[in-house]
Every structure is written in structure tokens, then in C-alpha cells.
């Protein structure tokens, strides 16, 4: 197949109406998640914490409630529907590698911006289905394995520390992204009326910045991991946010981190409704 006829087909998958409605329950999920997070980083906050404080905690909350096990299920499916959308997206920008100058710079950072999403979306349809199906794991400890064994890699050290600083440097373009209100330019709202609007770019001016420095503290752990050797240190969204109840004011500081978290959640439930800018 070639390049030209790939990327149709990949423009007729992505504006499949049923891909499009499937991506649209999937971002509510998306928002769920971050919506479930940012309550169990409230309760943390002020005594009341008893799930972790990350994606886990968040699946094994909803996992709990009636009908929660079928409700992970859409979930999952509306995640994998996202990263089918996110893949997509990769073979529509595929034609555009060959492409000279703005236009050639376009469709790779738009490709690499949709294969990240891909990985994160059906990481986390990946877990939805393990907690719906009984075998979810602390994510903590996960991540503390994961890093173990990297450590034992050749580099693996600095491949540790260098997903750290990446990590560091997406939550820095999230607060970016949030405080210059660059992810109006993502979502068409030509159709949007101007309170509607003013929510949207509310909930982003506030979501982005607290998105971006959860995931900056989780780099950092990451990246103190790799200093220390110490892969206890990488303890992932939960310690993160562990270190952020620590901190001088500690409760009122994560209390402004999970209204971030909620914000953005609160962002991709109106994402849902509005397509996005291309």
C-alpha cells in the first residue's frame, strides 16, 4: 500500500462516525479518570485518603462501585478507540514526512504528539481492563519495578534520568500550554457560543498548569531515582503527590494541584463535544 493510499484510509478511520463517537466516550473516560484522581488527591490532602492517588487508585475507586466493572469496560473501550483515533492520525501525517519546511515540521510533530497519546490511551485502556477483569496492580510499585529492571539495562541509569527530564519537560509545556492558551489552537470552536467559549478556556488555563506539574513532579522522582540508583524513589503520581503533602503548606498546596487535575478532567468533557482543529 502506499503512502498517499494509507493516509486515506487512515483520513476514512479517523472520520469514521463510529471511531469519532467511540473517541468522544473515550475522552469523557479520559476525564473521568482525572476527575476521580483529583478527588482521591483531595482526600489525601486533608486525612482522607485511602486508595493511591494516581491512574490505579482512580480505576480501583471506580471498580468498586455498583456497576463499576461494566462501567470499566466502556472505559476501556472508549480508550482504545482514542488510541485507534491518536494511530490514525499517524498515517494521515505520514504523507506529510516527505513535505519541505513548515509543512514537513507540521506532520512530524503532529505524528510524534498522536503515537504518544496512542501509547498513553491504550496504557490505560490496558489497566481499565485489568481492574474490570480483577487483576489491577498498585501502579507505585509497578513503576518502581519497571525502573528496577531498567536500571539493570546497559545506560539504564541514564535512561532512567532521561525519562525523568522528559517527562519534566511535557509538564513544562503543559503549564505553557495552559498560561499562553495555545490549546484554543487544537479545537475548532467556530461553532461554540462565547459563554461556552469562556468555560472551555477557563477550564485550560487551569487544567494545562496543574496537568503539567503533576507530571513534572512525577519526572522529578524519576529523575532522583536515577541520581540516588534507587528505584523506591520512582513512586510515580502517588508520591508525587506524597511529596507535594510534605511540602511547607503541603495540604493547601496539593489542594491547588488536584483542582488543577479536575480542571483539565472537566477540559476533556467539553473536548468531547468540539472536533478538533487540524
Known amino acids: 500500500m502506499s503512502v498517499r493510499s494509507a493516509g486515506g484510509v487512515a483520513g476514512q478511520a479517523g472520520n469514521s ?25 483531595l482526600q489525601l490532602a486533608w486525612g482522607g485518603g485511602g486508595q493511591q492517588a494516581d491512574q490505579s487508585g482512580a480505576l ?6 455498583p ?7 466502556v472505559l476501556a473501550l472508549g480508550l482504545l478507540a482514542l488510541a485507534v483515533w491518536q494511530a490514525a492520525e499517524v498515517l494521515r501525517w505520514r504523507s506529510g514526512w516527505s513535505a519541505s519546511g513548515k509543512a514537513r515540521t507540521k506532520a512530524v510533530r503532529k505524528s510524534g504528539r498522536a503515537v504518544v497519546k496512542a501509547v498513553i490511551y491504550l496504557a490505560l485502556a490496558v489497566l481499565a481492563i485489568r481492574f474490570a477483569t480483577g487483576g489491577g496492580q498498585n501502579s507505585s510499585s509497578s513503576q518502581q519495578q519497571t525502573t528496577a529492571g531498567v536500571f539493570g539495562w546497559p ?18 509545556y503543559h503549564v505553557h500550554k495552559g498560561v ?8 475548532d470552536l467556530s461553532d461554540c457560543p462565547p459563554a461556552a467559549t469562556r468555560l472551555v478556556t477557563r ?14 513532579l512525577v519526572g522529578g522522582l524519576l529523575v532522583w531515582a536515577a541520581v540516588t540508583f534507587d528505584p523506591a524513589k520512582a513512586s510515580g503520581l502517588d508520591g508525587a503527590l506524597h511529596t507535594v503533602l510534605q511540602a511547607p503548606a503541603g495540604p493547601f498546596l496539593l489542594t491547588l494541584v488536584a483542582l488543577g487535575i479536575a480542571a483539565f478532567g472537566a477540559f476533556c468533557f467539553v473536548r468531547a463535544r468540539y472536533p478538533e482543529r487540524t
Open 17 to 41: 462516525d463510529a471511531l469519532e463517537h467511540l473517541a468522544r466516550i473515550g475522552l469523557i473516560a479520559y476525564g473521568l479518570v482525572h476527575l476521580l484522581i483529583a478527588w482521591l488527591a
Open 60 to 65: 480501583a475507586t471506580l471498580a468498586q462501585q
Open 67 to 73: 456497576l463499576g466493572k461494566p462501567l470499566l469496560w
Open 155 to 172: 545506560a539504564g541509569r541514564w535512561l532512567v534520568g532521561i525519562a525523568g527530564l522528559v517527562l519534566i519537560g511535557v509538564g513544562a
Open 180 to 187: 499562553t492558551k495555545r490549546f484554543l489552537k487544537e479545537i
Open 203 to 216: 477550564l485550560g488555563q487551569v487544567g494545562f498548569p496543574g496537568k503539567g506539574v503533576a507530571l513534572a
